[in-house]
């Protein structure tokens, strides 16, 4: 029983090393830009809109709607980064249904550098939106004491949020494991429909969480700036 699928090593090269962790993540990439490029380069303006159109409009849409209740009222600037976010961990979780497939997400160097992303987009768009000054000067409120405090707080909910998918998906693929061992023609079934539940649900915990933490970094100026015309009817 392995608890992380980077002890698979499918290629070596002196110290160079290929797992299972890195051919399954740049899989799932690779068929996202392919599936992503056929959807988008067959959209239809006009009705009747196939299904595949439609089912990627409720997404999109359901996305948008959770990024204005937390505090975005425009979207479009963070919608990219979210929704890749939400779409890459629910398909790398969803997959566990494939037999012998192992959820990159059960390691922790994947989800560490998930997390990574999401530290280093909260500067990214807190400075886009405030500027460098503005953005920096949060970090000394209410007052400059909190400086060190506000920076360890930053790098602890970062640690948190990798560790955070990577134990809940990690631990499920060891009782899966480890009921299948038990009664292998009883839990089946029950274990798959459990493991899409997780999945989604684990897909949708971190990519609200990275939205919060963006939002909080962008709040003032989302605050003062109005929602686009285009992003009220949306």
Known sequence: MRITPD????????PIHLDLTIATTWA???ALVLVSRAITSHLRKEPPFPRWQTAAEVIVSAIRGQM???GLPNTAPYLPFIATLFIFIATSNLCAILPFYEPPTGSLSTTAALALCVFMAVPFFGIREQGSLAYLKSYLEPTPIMLP??????L???LALAIRLFGNIMS?????????????????IIMNLLGLLTGTVQAYIFSILA???IAAGVG????????????RKA
């Open 220 to 231: 003032s100026h989302e605050e003062k700036t109005p929602a686009k015309p285009d992003e």
């Open 7 to 14: 002890s698979v090593i499918l290629w070596s090269f002196g």
């Open 172 to 188: 499920g693929s060891l009782v899966g494991a480890l009921l299948l061992s038990l009664a292998p023609f009883i839990f089946p």
């Open 28 to 30: 799932i990439m690779l």
């Open 149 to 154: 405090f506000n920076i360890i707080g930053e």
């Open 68 to 70: 204005r209740e937390i």
């Open 156 to 158: 602890a909910r970062t």
């Open 211 to 213: 939205t919060v933490f």
